[in-house]
């Protein structure tokens, strides 16, 4: 069966930010131009971005526009999934790391959930809810969330096929779904990042600045060293950090994606001390010609090439990260060995994969 004939719509949890999980679907919606594009909410900051996009939004968009915090409506979130229609269509592809995995649709259709992590809130960081929930509703949380993980199980049960963006996801999508899954992997835009400026004098840390990032610890080990250390992103722990941070330790905020660019390029290494489902930003810093120190745990494995592109640490013991901060030579790393892992993780190799994998299915 030629896939451009079947009836496609796309699916995603929410459009309230930008991030790797924003990219992929875009690169989906590349593949599928005419497919609609399904989602919980839109954010009014993203309209613009994706105006010629078909957006069908759930009746939660109404709440939403009054209150733009999501968190807000955890309880809503399960009848708000299941209201989005899906009638009609052959093929459903869906960009998922919560809630829009587990939408209704007919027998006959095929579900492809292209998975960044299994609900992360519900099985994976159980400190998440408590740091990111309202306080309002964490008294309540705990039957709440005990009936989301029923329905999130379900949920999963009726995806027809699961493609995970890393190994350690297709681990986690086994261990929490019992469900089995093939491993495609996002990509970067391998023609953007590149260095743009010589080595400076300074590390960089950068993403969402919340508490399941482990931010602080590195912040307080850059004030015990001294070293200049530049912070880039913004989060519910910003405030936090620029109080207990030094005068070597400078905050850029949000920045644009050319000015990162010359963050990673200008940068000694690139700090990583989460554990990501996969994580781009090590293969965007290897691009630009910058090599990661990260903790050796989650998607980090996959990217990071030890003693070639970066080095792990073991655990958050803080002596074993100023160990390996302080023995750090960014001579060590070539930019032919950092660029050369980059380009393993293109948008046309992630397309094409995409591609196969659809029509493996309905020929």
């Known amino acids: 069966m030629d896939i451009t004939k079947l009836n496609i719509a796309l699916a995603h949890d929410s459009l309230t930010q930008l991030g790797g999980a924003e990219r992929v679907l875009e690169a989906l919606h590349e593949i599928f131009p005419q497919a609609p594009v399904f989602v919980l909410v839109q954010d009014k900051k993203l309209k613009d971005k994706y105006k010629k996009w078909d957006i069908r939004t759930s009746w939660l968009q109404i709440f939403y526009n009054f209150l733009p915090k999501l968190q807000y409506f955890l309880p809503l979130i399960p009848l708000a999934t299941k209201s989005l229609n899906f009638e009609g269509y052959d093929l459903i592809i869906s960009s998922s790391s919560s809630w829009v995995k587990n939408i209704a649709f007919p027998k006959k259709t095929i579900h492809v959930d292209y998975c960044h992590t299994p609900t992360r809130f519900l099985w994976i960081d159980k400190d998440y809810v408590s740091q990111e929930a309202p306080k309002l509703l964490r008294p309540v949380l705990p039957p709440i969330l005990n009936l989301m993980k029923k329905w999130d199980y379900r949920g999963a049960q009726r995806v027809t096929n699961f493609i ?99 963050e990673y390029s200008g ?97």
Not at 338 to 360: G, P, R, V
Request: hydrophobic share 40%; with cysteine; charged share 25%.
């Open 164 to 262: 995970a963006n890393s190994a350690e996801v297709k681990k986690r999508i086994n261990d929490v779904y019992n469900r089995s899954s093939e491993v495609i992997y996002p990509f970067i835009e391998t023609e953007f990042w590149k260095p743009t400026k010589p080595k400076g004098t300074y590390f960089l840390l950068a993403g969402r600045l919340q508490a399941h990032k482990k931010n602080k610890l590195f912040i307080e080990l850059f004030n015990e060293l001294g070293l200049p250390l530049h912070v880039v992103g913004t989060g519910r722990q910003e405030d936090y950090l620029k109080t207990i941070a030094k005068p070597n330790t400078q905050f850029l905020g949000r920045i644009t994606d050319e000015n990162l660019r010359d």
């Open 267 to 363: 940068a000694l290494g690139f700090l990583y001390p989460q554990i990501e489902d996969f994580g781009l930003m090590p293969l965007e810093a290897a691009a630009c010609g910058t090599a990661t120190l990260a903790l050796n745990q989650g998607g980090s494995l996959e990217t990071i090439v030890p003693g070639v592109t970066g080095e792990f640490f073991t655990s958050y013991d803080r002596q074993e990260i100023k160990k390996a901060v302080l023995a750090w030579n960014y001579k060590k790393y070539s930019l032919e060995n950092l660029q050369q892992q980059a380009k393993k993780f293109t948008k046309e190799k992630f397309k094409n994969n995409i591609i196969n994998f659809i029509e493996s299915l309905v020929i």
